[in-house]
């Protein structure tokens, strides 16, 4: 289920968030959606909680990242699929420009802390690292 959103900075945020979650752990596909919401509310609820003075110029630097891929791939940065998104991404946290980076930056760490940080995610984390520790008491039997 896709959420609704009050603005378009909103929408652009949520792809961004997505594009930047990894893969890992692998086999949550069913709440996949579920983790994915709740990290692009949390990222949206940070950028909407800074002060006026920071949120401005922060949403438009999202406004700007957007449309410059229009010079790089000649699509705004919501129509790229989703190789092209993580490119995109990529080429902006690796920039020699720290501007650049930094507005990744922002994204990308609320989004990995939320992540790892889900109820979801912890407990496939910690599962998986029960049962490979039961894998190891066994070989060492």
Same mark, same amino acid.
């Given at each position: 289920m896709k959420p609704e959103?009050?603005?378009?900075?909103?929408?652009l945020i949520s792809e961004i968030v997505i594009a930047?979650?990894?893969?890992?752990?692998?086999?949550i596909s069913e709440e996949k959606s579920? /983790?994915? %919401?709740? /990290?692009?509310?949390? /990222?949206i609820g940070q950028i909407e909680a800074l002060p006026v003075y920071l949120r401005f110029p922060y949403k438009i630097a999202l406004y700007k990242f %957007?449309?410059?891929s229009l010079f790089v791939y000649g699509?705004?940065?919501?129509?790229?699929?989703?190789?092209?998104k993580? %490119?995109?991404i990529k080429m902006w946290?690796?920039?020699p420009l720290k501007q650049m980076r930094d507005v990744i930056k922002l994204l990308r760490s609320c989004a990995l802390l939320q992540y790892y940080d889900h109820p979801v995610?912890?407990?496939?984390?910690s599962t998986k690292n029960e049962n490979h520790e039961k894998q190891l008491q066994t070989r060492k039997n």
């Open positions: 959103y009050k603005c378009a900075s909103h929408k930047l979650l990894p893969e890992y752990p692998k086999g579920i /983790v994915e %919401n709740a /990290v692009i509310d949390f /990222v %957007n449309f410059f699509r705004t940065f919501l129509k790229l699929g989703k190789k092209r993580s %490119n995109y946290s690796d920039s995610i912890l407990n496939m984390i």
